[in-house]
């Protein structure tokens, strides 16, 4: 029982495509996060939702669209992929009382 | 902004032996939280250990340990007892009363058999 899920694993794709990271989590958390680890294994903050509103969003391109149609998911959509945007996604989410972030196993997302 | 640094890109040591990973960390927060994470080659992110500002006693997880050192912004995972599994890529990170998580660069850790 994965706590906090995302699909697909691994995505290939080309320039020019639109494309969605799937992010489930079945722990009742109320706050999810999008990162972005990038290939020196910087991770940085994307996005942050609390209760399908979104709190955070960096310096991200409007490429990016969060969307959360309820508390258990975040999914990230992407827009007219480039080659900079190929990175591991990570999903998390972390419940209001408690300290730590759990994450996702990671999604890593190559544009050729 | 709060910034998380690493200060070390690799570190190697000798199974069973002990290793110390270094974090510094900028805040102008009262109220915080650290963690270091582990992330081995599966890619997932793992918790270590946490650490409350508020709390002066380093926490401690079997053989994982920090020194905290509020002062100096300081925050160092010690490992005793090294082993072949401990092998990842450790992040210290921050988060910040607003509960947004920060992220040093990582330092990847080596065990030698």
């Known amino acids: 029982d994965t706590a906090v899920s995302q699909t697909p694993k691994y995505l290939v794709t080309q320039m020019g495509n639109d494309k969605s990271i799937k992010c489930e989590q079945n722990?009742?958390?109320?706050?999810m996060y999008w990162y972005k680890q990038d290939s020196k294994k910087f991770l940085k903050i994307m996005f942050s939702y609390n209760n399908k509103e979104l709190i955070i969003n960096e310096t991200v391109p409007n490429r990016f669209s969060p969307k959360s149609p309820d508390k258990a998911h975040l999914n990230l959509h992407i827009n007219s992929l480039e080659l900079g945007d190929s990175a591991v996604y990570f999903c998390a989410s972390r419940p209001a009382k408690s300290t730590e972030a759990f994450f996702g196993q990671g999604t890593r997302l190559t544009v050729v | 902004a709060q910034t998380v640094t690493q200060s070390q890109p690799e570190m190697s040591v000798q199974e069973a032996e002990t290793v110390t990973l270094s974090c510094t960390y900028d805040?102008?927060?009262?109220?915080?939280?650290l963690f270091w994470y582990k992330q081995p080659p599966s890619r997932q992110m793992i918790l270590v250990i946490r650490?409350?500002?508020?709390?002066?006693q380093n926490a401690t997880e079997n053989r994982f340990s920090v020194n905290f050192q509020k002062a100096a912004k300081s925050f160092s995972l010690k490992i005793s007892d090294s082993q072949l599994g401990d092998a990842a890529m450790y992040f210290c990170?921050?988060?910040?009363?607003?509960?947004?998580?920060?992220f040093g660069t990582g330092t990847s850790l080596t065990v030698i058999p």
């Open positions: 990170a921050y988060r910040s009363a607003g509960n947004q998580f920060y």
């Open positions: 650490q409350e500002a508020y709390k002066q």
């Open positions: 722990l009742g958390h109320d706050t």
């Open positions: 805040t102008s927060e009262s109220d915080y939280y």
